[in-house]
Nanobody, 123 residues
Framework: QVQLVESGGRLVQAGGSLRLSCAAS????????MGWFRQAPGKEREFVAA????????TYTDSLKGRFTISRDTDKNTLYLQMNSLKTEDTAVYYC????????????????WGQGTQVTVSS
C-alpha cells in the first residue's frame, strides 16, 4: 500500500510563501490522483487541490484565487503544494492524500493519508 509523508510546514508571516512536500512510497504505480487537504483548529478538514498523477490535471478550491499551486514530480514520487501570499486563515494542518482505482470519494476509507504537517501563518 501507498505510504505518504508530508513535510515543509512551519511558522511563516502573512504574505510569505511556503512549499509543502508529500513523499509517496510503496505502490505509487497504482496512484490515480493525489490531493491536499487542510484542517484548521476546531474545523472540519477541507479540500485544497488535487492533481491526476499521469496527466497532471489540476483542481483547486476557487477561494484560493491563484495563491496555491499543486504539482507533482513522478520521478521523485513527490507531491507539492506551493503556497504564496499566505494569510492567517491558511493556518492549518495540511494533509496529502492518494487514491487508486477503483476510485471512490476522497472520504472513502481506502484513501491513503499522510500524517499532516503544521502550517502557522502569523500576522
Amino acid at each position: 500500500q501507498v505510504q505518504l509523508v508530508e513535510s515543509g510546514g512551519r511558522l511563516v508571516q502573512a504574505g510569505g510563501s511556503l512549499r509543502l512536500s508529500c513523499a509517496a512510497s510503496g505502490g505509487t504505480f497504482r496512484i490515480y490522483d493525489m490531493g491536499w487537504f487542510r484542517q484548521a483548529p476546531g474545523k472540519e478538514r477541507e479540500f485544497v487541490a488535487a492533481i491526476t498523477w499521469n496527466s497532471g490535471i489540476t483542481t483547486y478550491t476557487d477561494s484560493l484565487k491563484g495563491r496555491f499551486t499543486i504539482s507533482r514530480d513522478t520521478d521523485k514520487n513527490t507531491l507539492y503544494l506551493q503556497m504564496n501570499s499566505l494569510k492567517t486563515e491558511d493556518t492549518a494542518v495540511y494533509y496529502c492524500a492518494a487514491r487508486s482505482p477503483p476510485l471512490r470519494s476522497w472520504s472513502d476509507d481506502q484513501t491513503r493519508w499522510g500524517q499532516g504537517t503544521q502550517v502557522t501563518v502569523s500576522s
